[in-house]
């Protein structure tokens, strides 16, 4: 019996192999994604992607040496809101030197100047990361000035501070401005209350409908793509199975046209038969 499912032939693998190579190229185009960050610790990739995915931007992470590095992708038509969105939130977060780490012992003779230096700016360097916890802040710097005042001289110059701080839109540190200026002043030696200054600035806010443009254009291309896909895979099943069936009704008319021949022939020897016994008797 012959077979109803023929095999696919040579050219007929090709197109195949051609065609599946071009819809997956589709489906890589339509997701393409671009490295924005690399070389994070875990917890600030985590920031970041989250305040990406809160706004509308589609974001992944990878670590591409088991986990001690980690990678922060995008999609590459999302690069600039991206950006938009990690400079409002001030991410990836800054990292302050701390007074322990300036002055660890490294053998080497410091001078005066140097060692002063060297204690004003671990100074600002951890009051910067104080004022950076207060929920709301993005950025936080203080900038301390104190004088090399001589012993002798008669009047000296009193110690100053600055403090810089960028805000949230949402967040209101117009109330926090007393306790700031306390806690600065509490951490420098001879600083007056006076002397401190606060410099407060809200960060722009992010358009969110924008931010959630790109996101629902690549929805829409990865949702195109499928359903072409799916629309080719049904033009392929349907020219298949209307191959296979118009071989199989071929066959099967050859096979009744031959039953019929054999039924056709069968019925003329018998009735010749039952004329020659007819004679016979006669």
């Not at 060692?115 to 004003?120: K, Q």
């Not at 358009?207 to 929805?219: E, M, N, R, T």
């Not at 080719?232 to 031959?258: F, H, N, S, T």
């Not at 003329?268 to 038969?273: E, I, K, Q, S, V």
Request: charged share 20%; net charge positive.
């Amino acid at each position: 019996m012959n077979r109803l499912h023929p095999p696919i032939s040579a050219s007929g693998r090709r197109r195949m192999a051609r065609l599946a190579a071009l819809l997956a190229s589709a489906v890589l185009v339509a997701g393409c994604q671009q490295e924005l960050y690399g070389g994070l610790v875990e917890r600030d990739c985590n920031e970041m992607m989250a305040a990406l995915l809160q706004n509308g931007v589609d974001a992944q992470k990878k670590s591409p040496d088991g986990g001690k590095t980690w990678t922060l992708a995008v999609d590459d038509k999302q690069i600039v809101k991206a950006m938009e969105v990690l400079r409002a939130r001030g991410l990836p977060a800054t990292r302050y030197d701390d007074l322990g780490a300036l002055f660890k012992k490294d053998g080497l003779v410091s001078t005066p100047t140097e060692e002063r230096v060297r204690f004003i700016y671990g100074v600002s360097q951890e009051l910067s990361d104080t004022l950076s916890k207060i929920d709301g802040v993005v950025v936080a710097r203080v900038h301390i000035v104190l004088p090399n005042n001589d012993p002798l001289a008669q009047v000296a110059k009193p110690s100053s501070a600055s403090v810089f701080i960028k805000y949230r839109p949402n967040a209101n540190l117009a109330t926090l401005t007393p306790q700031i200026k306390n806690l600065v002043v509490h951490s420098v030696e001879g600083l007056k209350y006076d002397e401190v200054s606060v410099t407060s600035v809200a960060a722009e806010p992010i358009d969110l409908v924008s931010a959630a443009q790109p996101s629902a254009q690549k929805s829409g291309g990865v949702a195109l793509v499928g359903v072409l896909i799916a629309v080719v895979v049904c033009v392929l099943l349907a020219a298949g199975g209307g191959v296979l069936w118009w071989r199989a009704r071929k066959q099967g008319g050859a096979g009744a046209g031959g039953l019929a021949a054999r039924l056709r022939g069968g019925g003329g020897g018998d009735a010749n038969a039952a004329a020659s016994q007819q004679a016979a008797a006669r």
